[in-house]
């Protein structure tokens, strides 16, 4: 009985490395195993005399008849990509996602750093303006009386309408937008 349970165990061991390698052989019998099922034939019968052209024809042909016109685009693409293309297209998106790992990381360390600043104060906002150094303000934070001694006194602060701000940054060199009756 030993033995029969370490042959079951290497059975499984050999199975799992097929199924997570994806190896030839497993994914022929996955092939076998949905011809079987598709058309309700025994599976000994598909291993056994189901020609592995045929199996491999109705399989194929299911995979792009449920293909969107995108997807059949992109097996064309890739099935005319040469070795040298399809190398060079996984290192552009092992790269991408490596950038993509990096700013999760990044985003996960200021979320951090943001969580700390909160416990130190829970009862304030944070409201970054440098990275480097977060100001806290709270809803009765207020500007102060009075100015800075190394601005001058002089300073004047106006609002416009959009339509004077428009005009005013015409003149900082951004291309106008043509109005309807210019046209």
């Excluded at 799992?16 to 052989?25: A, M, Q």
């Excluded at 199996?55 to 059949?72: R, V």
Aim: charged share 30%.
């Amino acid at each position: 009985m030993a033995d029969h349970l370490s042959l079951v165990e290497c059975i499984k061991t050999i199975a799992l490395r097929d199924v997570l390698l994806e190896t030839s052989d497993y994914r022929i019998r996955e092939i076998c195993r949905w011809y079987s099922r598709e058309f309700s034939t025994p599976l000994p019968t598909v291993e056994a005399d189901v020609p592995l052209l045929i199996l491999l024809q109705h399989y194929f042909e299911n995979q792009f008849s449920n293909m969107t016109a995108e997807e059949i685009d992109e097996e064309k693409m890739s099935m005319l990509e040469t070795d040298e293309g399809r190398r060079l297209r996984m290192r552009r998106e092992d790269a991408d996602a490596a950038g993509a790992e990096e700013i999760h990381s990044m985003l996960e360390q200021e979320a951090a750093r943001m969580t700390a600043a909160r416990a130190k104060n829970p009862n304030q906002q944070l409201v970054e303006i440098n990275p480097a150094n977060p100001v806290m303000f709270t809803p009765e934070t207020r500007l102060p009386d009075s100015l800075p001694k190394d601005l001058p006194q002089d300073i004047q602060m106006t609002f416009v309408t959009e339509e004077e701000m428009e005009r005013r940054l015409e003149s900082f060199g951004r291309i106008p937008i043509p109005k309807k009756d210019d046209q």
